[in-house]
Every structure is written in C-alpha cells, then in structure tokens.
DNA sequence: TTAGCAGATGTTATCGATAACAAATCAACA
DNA sequence: TGTTGATTTGTTATCGATAACATCTGCTAA
C-alpha cells in the first residue's frame, strides 16, 4: 500500500543520461551553460525515469525555496478566500506555490502553523492580522529567515509589509451613515470580537463615534458563535425582542447583516422604514437581488495581490513601503434610506 | 528587511548545553533514553536560543514527514471546508499539519500542486476525485511514496483509499423523489459539468433513471459560470423563460438552488404547488429559516475524518478497507411536496 | 604553434538534521 | 573486585540536492 515504486534521485538520472549529477541539477533548473544535446538526453532520462526533485534536498541545499506559507483563520470565509485567490493569481506565475493553513481562529493552532510552516524555510510567510498572537508566535516570527505579511489589517504595526482596510475608519464610516440619517437608538451585533480583533476594533470606533454625539451603542454579541448567517437572525431576534425601540443595525459582517434581514422580514419590520441595516465586506454585492445590503466594500482580491507583490518584491530585495492601505467605500444599498 | 537574524541550528544548542548534536535532536524528538538533568538543560538552551528545527533537514533524513497534502478545487465552497475540518480534527491531535493547495478545478493547478506537495515527501496526500486528473498529475501519483486518499467521490476506483458518498446514488434518489410525486417535466440546473466530474456523474444518474420512465431530463448548464447562487438565478430564469411548463428544478448544489428560489419567488411562481426544487449537499440546512430546501445530506464533516483515519492507519502499516462510503439522506423540506 | 578564453561538464564540500551503531557510565551482584 | 547489563551519550555515515570552484574541451587570434 504505502512505500511504492523506488524513488529516482538526481543520481539515477545522472546515470542514465550519462553525465554527472551536476549536469542534471543544472539542466533541470535551468542554470548554467549546457550543451542543447546534453540537455535533451537529460530531460529524456528524467522523462522516462518519472524524476520528480525532491524539495527537502534542494531546498535545504540552496537554502532556497517557491513555497509561500499562508495562514487565514477560516477557509470558508469568503473574505479570506477572495484575498487567497488574489495572492494565487499573483504568486502562481512566478513559481511560487501557496501552502494554506487554517487557524480557525486560535492562537494555539495559529503557532502550531507557523512553526510547521517556518520549519519549512519558505520564501515568504503571510498571516492574518486580525487575531491575537501568542507570545511563542511572536517570537518565532521575530526569528524568521523571510519575509512576513500581514493581511486584512493595516491599523497594527506588525511584519514587514500590511495590505489591508483600516478598520478604524470601517467603524466611523458606518457611524457616519447613522448620524447622517438622524438615527439614534443604534446596535451592534457580531460574534466571536474576543477573537477577530479587527471586527473588535470597527466595533469600537463605531461605538465611540456614536459617544463622540452622545448615542451610547447598544451591543449583542456571542463569543461561541460562528459569524454567521444564523447567528446573525438569532442575536437579531434577541436584540429585537429585548429593545424594540432600535433604529439602527450594524453587523459584524454581511452573511450576519443577511441572516438579521431574514428575521427582520419575517418579524414584519420593514427596512430600512423602521430598521436600517449596514453589513461589512462587501461580499453580499455579488449575490444581491432585491434587497441589496447596505455594506462597507473593499477590494478583497487586490489586498491578495498587493501584498503578494510586495512579498515578490522583498524577495527580489528591493526596496517596499510597509503599507498597503485597502480603500473603503460605504455602497448604500436599499437596507438604509437614501437620506441625504 | 529579508535575512534577519541568525539560524540557529542543533549544533548551537549542543554547544550551548554541553552535550552533543545527537543528544539534542533525541530531548527534541522525545526519543531515546536522556536523563531528566540533560533534558533540562538541552530544553533550556533550544530555548533561550530559539531553536526551530529545519524540518528540511530532518525530513530528508529521516524519511519521515508530519506534514499531510490537501488539496481541494476551491476553498470557497463550504462543502469542501466542512471536509477539511473533519480531516484537521482528526490530524492536528496526531501531530499532522494540512497543507492546503486550491487548485480551482484547474487540471493543471492541481498537477502543479500535486508535484509541489509530492516534493515535500508529506506523509500522506488528500485529493479531491470529482475532477479530471492530467496524465501528468497520474503519473506523479503513480510514484508516491506515501499514502493517497481519494475525497468527495466513492465511485471511481483509484488511490488507495476513498472516503465520499456515491453520486450515482445521489441521482437516482433524487429521480425517485421526483417519480414518487408524479412530477413529469423535469429540469436540471447546473454549472461547471465540464469540471465537476462529480456533479456531472448525478446529472447523468438523474437522467438515466428518469428516462427509464420515459421522461425526458431538461439540462440548463453553464460552463464557464461559478457554481453559486448569482448562477443558480439566472439560469433558473432563463429556463422559465423558455420553458414555462416546467414542474420541478434539481439543481447541481444547495448553493445554486436558493439563487433559483430566489427569483422564483420574485417571478411569483409558487414553490413547491408550482414548482419542486431540490439541491445537493445539504449545506442549506443550517441556515433553513422559511424555505427549508429539500436536498441531498450527507456527512461532510464525516468524510473528512473517515479519510483521515484511514490516512493514519495506513502510515502505521495498518490494513484498511479501501472504501468509506458516505451515507446519502434525502431530507423533504418545503421545496417539494410531502406527497407519498 | 600556443596562449587565452569561453563554453561545457565534473569534483568536492556543504546544507542541518537522523539512523545505526559504538562507547562510556554506573549500579547491582556474584 | 570484576562481570553483567541497563542506561545514557557520542561517532560516523547518510539523506538528496546545490554552491563554488576546478577541469577539460575546442576554437580564435597573435
């Protein structure tokens, strides 16, 4: 079942095209100078032997390597996975591949991943900037031998390069929108803020934007449950219940602002007549049909790209600014009045 | 920027502790016999240096590796991400790091993947089946040195273990739940057949077992659309449109039928008294507030740990059926009738 | 004819760990 | 006191590649 058919090394082909190992080596990378017939013999041994190099040798021989670590906390978040496919479309034709590992948000398991990934040596590492870093994880990051990006969060300054939203402004945008529109009686509903700092952090500029106008933010949030579409209709129910009088609804993110209408429709409130709804992220646009969310936009696939470049650009030793700042944009959907 | 601080290796830490290399990577590993003092004193070095094991060295050593390959077509679809949970919930306690690849059902991706992954001489690689492999991907496998696990399909025979449900199975039940309500014209709605091999094997059962009742299955396929609801909406659309007799709508995934819902419910075309719709995958069913989709379940996260198990017992040398098969459960929601 | 040089190929040392075996230490016991 | 055997530690070879340098062609030009 498992050990099958006797690896080829470098050796083995050497041999059967007849030259050296180094000879191999240099034909299979591309480098140095190697006569056409030479190099057609290689290739054809290779060919014929199924040679496939083996990384752990070569890597750990040039101290080299094509492999990026990239580290998000939830696979099936499709903020992360947008910003994943911008990273992909830029690394993937230059030869690097991207090995993912999943956090689910734990710090724990978070450092389990770097250390697996770091123990690797691959050309560059990106994790997401909005969870708690363990110490052991700050401290085999300060020990890295590449470069290090930071994702989706350009507020902290962390690593080498951030390409991301700044949440604050996230926060008082949406608070913005609010006192524009006259609301008043304004609540929050997230999950998990203990573990994405970046929701916590657009939570408190909303809520101290609304202090700034004398508005206290009313909060509901559950720390257990995934942030999502039905955690978003269950805390809204909960919030509906216990203040009937709110105006005003941000959401942690838009599957929850999705979740929150749907109760909101069925519990008879119109909206945005008697409850105006904001989400955040954007991803909500795709898919809008006839109710079109309210919600904070930004440019998930080019945070990828932006900070994929500048990994490239390390790699290559050029110099880099440190920031990439994601522009925001609040997209008034028909889930608040078009006042103003 | 780049190259920071000094690499510590197993030889500053033996130098550090006083004892020698060997001693050091045995307290590391937890193997061998060292006495508590040396343990101590190896542990306290590693560290105050800040030790992190190359594990391009030790792999390529030892010839062992803990790091397992996944490699799945998208990260966005929730299907798979309920897969890869199980199959972390399973490895990350065994002290087995997932790797990730996202090949987007691209056969190419998938084969530069799998050549990546392989050059890692991982402990074990996890495939998804329900796409087409290249020739180049096959052969790569061919000469594995570890373990491969076939995911999502039980019906194609290959690698050495496969954990999924039969989508034949799929088609047929979905067929009869059909014929059992004495529905007639029948559609079919999907996406991307030319890549999911898998969808497209239930397409195809679905059919079959309809036309032995003499009906004729209606197709509606995009190929070059995502498998999403924006997709599952306008093809839904354009099948009214056309063929406004229609009775009852599968479609590829739960995802695509509530985009049709949608606008079915916006074309004032009642479900199901007007039209029956069932999905796939049962990934709707967490969500379900109003509209309960009837759809195909079927134990993602299952799937996932029934793989990995079996992963884990092929690298002990252990024997292992070559097949998990996932039970399939039609669940009657409220998008077709509860005849019968 | 031969120095000089570019192009093509080979040699040797090395990357940083582990396997396999060897050696040293030490307590217990005849 | 010396032998035995278990426990602890160290030595040497090796994993499979690449870097850096050495060597060997063959050809041009003085």
């Given at each position: ?68 670590a ?102 008082h ?31 408190l ?52 602002a999705l979740?929150g ?21 954007g991803?909500?646009?795709?898919n ?53």
């Open positions: 079942m498992s050990p099958r058919g006797k690896v080829i090394t470098l050796q083995e082909v050497a041999d059967r095209a007849g030259v050296s190992r180094m000879t191999v080596s240099k034909v299979l990378r591309g480098a140095g100078n190697i006569s056409a017939e030479t190099r057609r013999r290689v290739k054809q041994a290779a060919d014929e032997l199924g040679y496939l190099p083996n990384n752990l040798a070569g890597s750990l021989s040039s101290r080299k390597s094509r492999m990026v990239v580290i998000i906390p939830s696979i099936s978040d499709i903020v992360f996975s947008e910003v994943l496919s911008g990273i992909n479309a830029t690394l993937r034709p230059r030869g690097y591949q991207t090995f993912i590992g999943e956090s689910g948000f734990e710090p724990e398991t978070e450092t389990e991943l770097i250390r697996a990934m770091l123990s690797f040596r691959p050309a560059g590492i990106l994790l997401n900037g909005g969870m708690a870093r363990s110490a052991d994880a700050e401290s085999l990051l300060a020990r890295r031998t590449c470069p290090a990006i930071q994702l989706w969060d350009c507020d902290r300054h962390a690593l080498d390069f951030r390409a991301g939203p700044s949440h604050e402004e996230a926060g945008l949406v608070a913005r929108h609010f006192l524009e529109r006259r609301l008043k009686r304004i609540a929050y509903v997230g999950a998990e803020l203990d573990k994405d700092l970046c929701a916590r952090r657009r939570h500029a909303l809520k101290s934007s609304l202090a700034a106008e004398g508005i206290d933010l009313l909060s509901v949030t559950a720390e257990d449950k995934p942030r999502q579409a039905v955690t978003g209709r269950l805390l809204t129910e909960q919030l509906v219940r216990a203040h009937p009088e709110i105006e005003a609804i941000h959401f942690l993110n838009d599957a929850m979740g209408l749907s109760y909101l429709h069925e519990a008879g409130l119109p909206v945005p007549e008697r409850i105006s709804v904001v989400g955040f992220n991803t909500s646009l795709a809008a049909v006839r109710t079109r969310l309210t919600t904070i936009d930004l440019p998930r696939t080019e945070i990828g790209e932006k900070a994929a470049q500048a990994l490239l650009q390390m790699i290559a030793e050029e110099t880099v600014p440190d920031v990439w700042r994601a522009p925001l944009a609040l997209v008034q959907g028909n889930t608040t009045v078009t006042d103003k």
